[in-house]
């Protein structure tokens, strides 16, 4: 189990040591073999654990940082997803996937499962309202996660030239794909695309999840147009 107030020598996703990934906020246990964030709620109990830190706002990225041209596979399920109590709940409350993560300002977010029956691809440079960065969206269409049931997502990533292109598919089938020139974002009088490298990763809000398989493996110059 790893958590943000500490690591512990435990087996982690796929059997590989908790030194695989970073977990900023919330936590990553293992139950039957597999990553789980566990509650979002604090203090509920878990057996053989004790009480839940809590994974409300969850995030997770991979230590390796020097992750380029790559493919980001991870299976996953979405357990439940919090209702609001008062208000209105974050139509992006849900579960994405990071490539080319730089730091928390800099970064491609490609949500798989939103609120809003949405996914998107974004991306976050530094400088703005959103935790000190500015999010531009770069595609997004309705697409549907129901909870309780295992997806494979893939996320593609790769340089051409000083544009980058991310591509997401959900159990084999192409769903979004995105150009990055460097388009500004919402305030932004310039900005660029991530290219180059960084790490990969997970952020859930909001929503209870567990993950298998994950996978980075990197795309040659002949798998190009597949990757």
Known sequence: MTDEYRTVDADSINSSPDNVWDVTSG????????????????????????????????????????????????????????????????????????????????????????????????????????????YATLATTERTMPLGRWQDVEVRVRDEGEQVRIALAIDGEPVLDALDHGQPGPGQSRARAITGSGSVGVRADATEVELAQVRVEPCSADLAEEC
Do not use: C
């Not at 009480?51 to 439940?80: I, K, Y």
């Not at 993560?101 to 703005?128: C, F, N, T, W």
């Open 27 to 134: 936590a990553l246990y293992v139950r039957d073999g597999t990553g789980w964030t566990g509650p979002t709620s604090a203090g509920q109990p878990i057996p053989g654990i004790g009480p839940s830190v809590g994974s409300a706002v969850f995030r997770m990225h991979s230590r390796r940082a020097d992750l380029g041209d790559v493919a980001t596979s991870v299976r996953l399920r979405a357990l439940a997803q919090d209702e609001p109590t008062g208000g209105t709940a974050p139509d992006w409350d849900g579960v994405h996937v990071w490539v080319r993560h730089v730091s928390e300002q800099e970064l491609y977010a490609v949500s798989v499962m939103r609120r809003d029956g949405q996914v998107a691809i974004k991306r976050k440079l530094p400088g703005g309202p959103s935790n000190g960065g500015t």
